[in-house]
Every structure is written in C-alpha cells, then in structure tokens.
C-alpha cells in the first residue's frame, strides 16, 4: 500500500488499494456513486488478493466496484503501534484495543456514504448466505472489520452496533480471507459484474435450491453421456428436468436448506 496526501475533511491518510502492481495504486479514481468496500485490518496488503483476479478484478479496474484498506496499525499506541493487549480477567491471547479500534472505525466513518453497514467478521455471527450477499449488494458498500487473535473489545462492538457475521462454524486466525469469500460473493451481484444475469438466478443458493448438474462437450467421456433430456431441444422438458434434479440435489445434500424451501411451496 501506499498514502495518499491527508484527507482535508478529516485529517487523516486515505489509504487505497492495488490490484497487484502497486503502481496501480495511483490510478484508482474516487469512487463517488461506486460500491465501496472498506476493510479495517492488520493485514492491508492481504487486498485485494483474489478479489483483484478474474470477474471481480476486472470489475474493480473498470470501476464497478471500489476498495479502500484501513491499517489498523496507523492507530497503535505507543513507540511500538501496539493494537492489543492481555484479557481483562486473564486468559490466553490477545485482543484488540477498543481505543485503537474507535480511532479505525471513525477514519473509516469518515469517508463511508450512504448506507455502508459496519460489520464485524466473527465465528459467533449469523451465518453469511446468499441472501445476505444480495442484501449486501443493494447497499452503497460495507465496512469490514477484521479480527485477530482473541477478539475484538465487547465495548466497541456494542458503542457501534456493530453486526456480527460469520462465514461458517469453524475459527480462523483472522478475517481477511472470510472477508474476500463475502465480497466476491456480493460483488459480482452488482450490475455489469456479471455478463449474463441469467446465470445468476440459475446458480446454486439464488432460489432457494442446490443447482442442478451441468454438463458440456464431449457429448461423450469415458462411457458417460450427457442425458437425453439435455440435447432433445425441447425448452419445457429441460426445465423441468433441472427443477427435478436441483430438488432432488438439495433434499439430499441440504435438508435443513429443503425444509425451509418446501415451507414456501404451502403458503
């Protein structure tokens, strides 16, 4: 990462992101009126990471997209930039100071617009989905605050309201990667991300079902065919062999994601 010249507003560092060469860095305009992501982190050069490759990548070097890395080490304390300290009431590891994180999540107010939701990535969080990603994706962008160690202080997280969410039941050492997963899911939601819109009311997880199986050519591979059904030409039938299959899929690989589904069906 580079630094910008301070922000007049606010008096501080407006840092940007890169999509790999750094030089880049000088190249990304303002994004007023662009979904933005802001990421407060130990890590800033972890960004984008996957998110500057292929759709979302392109997306980002054509401006269907911003990203802004706050360094949460710019707010430590002291000669060292401590950003932690011990437990109140003892324990193992590490926690992040409410005071270094008020300092991020104010710089990051900062320079947030419209409806740019605060969010902190936690094991203990409602599960991420994709119904949250499309929720996401009709905001103005998000703020992510990525943990580290133990935690974050229970004070910020309650001073700002600060929702808690998930990618899954299991811990990770930080939440830089669980970040990249939820953006790029959310992000090639937006409009002109995406070449065929089509694909994404067909894909897994957009109506309420696993997708169905998918298939191309060779129209033969190793003494496996491709279904009748697929290369009949008959519109009706392939759809209503897809619905089957992507029911069928998700009755047995998804029963919890079935019985929300078929409680849809009886309304």
């Known amino acids: ?18 999509l790999k060469p750094r030089d880049l860095l000088t190249e990304q305009p303002e994004w007023h009126g662009v979904w933005t992501a802001q990421i407060i982190t130990l890590l ?22 911003a990203l802004r890395t706050i360094n949460l080490r710019d707010f430590g304390i002291g000669k060292h930039k401590n950003v ?14 409410a005071d270094v994180l008020d ?9 947030a617009r ?14 991420f989905d994709q119904a949250m990603a499309r929720e996401w994706a009709s905001y103005d962008g998000v703020t992510l605050l990525c943990g580290r160690f133990e935690g974050v202080d229970q004070r910020v997280l309650d ?14 050492t930080g939440g830089e990667l669980a970040a990249q997963a939820m953006l790029d899911a959310t992000i090639r939601l937006l409009p002109g991300v995406l070449g065929n819109a089509e694909s994404i009311e067909e894909e897994s997880h957009s109506n309420g079902l ?58």
């Open 44 to 65: 800033p050069d972890a960004f984008p990471g996957m998110l500057g490759q292929s759709l979302t990548g392109k997306a980002l070097r054509e401006n269907l997209w």
């Open 84 to 97: 932690d300290d011990t437990p109140a009431g003892g324990g193992a590891g590490m926690v992040l100071r």
């Open 159 to 172: 001073a700002y309201r600060i929702q808690e969410v998930s990618l899954g039941d299991f811990v990770m």
């Open 1 to 18: 990462m580079t630094e910008d010249t301070p922000n007049k507003s606010s008096g501080r560092r407006v840092m940007r992101p890169t």
């Open 103 to 111: 300092e991020a999540i104010q710089t990051a107010g900062s320079t």
């Open 114 to 127: 419209g409806n740019m939701p605060l969010i902190y990535l936690s094991p203990r969080g409602k599960r």
């Open 210 to 267: 696993l997708e169905h199986p998918q298939y191309t050519r060779p129209a033969e591979w190793r003494g496996r065919t491709i279904p009748d059904v697929l290369m009949s030409g008959h519109h009706g039938n392939i759809e209503k062999w897809r619905r089957e299959q992507a029911e069928e899929i998700t009755k047995e690989r998804r029963p919890d994601m079935w019985e929300k589904f078929a409680s849809t069906l009886k309304r």
